[in-house]
């Protein structure tokens, strides 16, 4: 650190001791709740799948991972449309997934599968479902920040109230283009939500190495953009965040920023759950932040609300498990693309 001035402005939000109570969602819809849930655990199976996959040396691309992040993801998609424009970054299985995508097309992506979401040719950090809204994911750090920026000039040009939606880390906001790009979105009002998963950690460097302050939403700020800093663990505080966000932004409002405050239960790439990320990352802050998993915390909250039982979440968990088991082995089962899609899908057939 020597000399340099260190500043934390998020509080409690960085202490794994605090927000671990279980969610309060007496007043909240119980069955989507259940829904969002299940969501969930879909994108914490088909990581832990696909991990596995890495392990067996069956997945030979590499593999980013989510897990403890799955609240942030879910929580923004329950307030978009198959018709916004929605960009992800090198840690995306948990937006495709939660915007629509299938863990099977997921899986058979990562294997290199010509049923996979981009046809076997992506790999885990280049996917795509245009149907439901992800229009891309790229392994560059902040490059589809810019990217949403111009999809959602389009969204203005084109009328109605569509919105450009921007996935990235913390470190992505050390990229000169996220300045410029939140810089020309609030100049021309653009309807972009920015997204920040703050999970503290740029690939293996803590945040508190690299930046004057924890709080990402200090940059908002300086450009004179709203923004909102939340519970990325919380799903409530996600969605709340997001439907005010996104609903400011589709009434002509401008672009936003949405900062989530998580954390990743395993390594910047590959499955292992090690101290490999940060210099200052042990295996006690990991078990601590545990205490704050997005999924533990929704479940005890259903449980104490009385819209669920012990039993009944057991029960889904196992269904969701299974489910995501099946489409590994059907992705397994899949065949790879032939020779000639190499030249097919770099190069465009004369009409």
Known sequence: ?????????????????????????????????????????VIRHTEDQIGRLVVDGLARTPCHLGIGQEAVAVGVAARLRPTDRVFGNHRSHSHFLALGGSPSSLIAEVLGKAVGTSRGMGGSMHLFGRDFGFHGSVPIVGATIPIAVGAGLAAKLDGGDSIAVAFFGDGATEEGVFHESMNLAVVYGLPVLFVCENNLFSSHLDIEYRQPSDRIGRYAEAHRV?????????LLAVE?????????ARSGAGPALLEAVAYRFRGHVGPNED?????????????????????RRLQDGLVAAGIATATGLAALDREVAA?????????????????????????ARPR
């Open 1 to 41: 650190m020597g000399d340099r001035a260190w500043q934390s402005e998020l509080g409690g939000l960085a202490d794994p001791t605090q927000y671990t109570a279980p969610l309060a969602v007496a007043a909240s819809d119980g069955t989507r709740l259940l829904g969002q849930l299940r969501s969930m655990l």
């Open 226 to 234: 709203r923004s909102l800093t939340v519970d990325g663990n919380d």
């Open 240 to 248: 709340a965040a997001a439907e005010e966000l996104v609903g400011a």
């Open 275 to 295: 101290i490999d990320v940060g210099v200052h990352r042990r295996m006690e802050d990991v078990q601590a932040w545990k205490r704050r998993c997005p999924i």
């Open 323 to 347: 489910e995501v088991a099946e489409a590994v082995v059907l992705a397994r089962r899949a065949g790879y693309p032939e020779p000639s899609a190499l030249l097919d899908l770099v190069y």
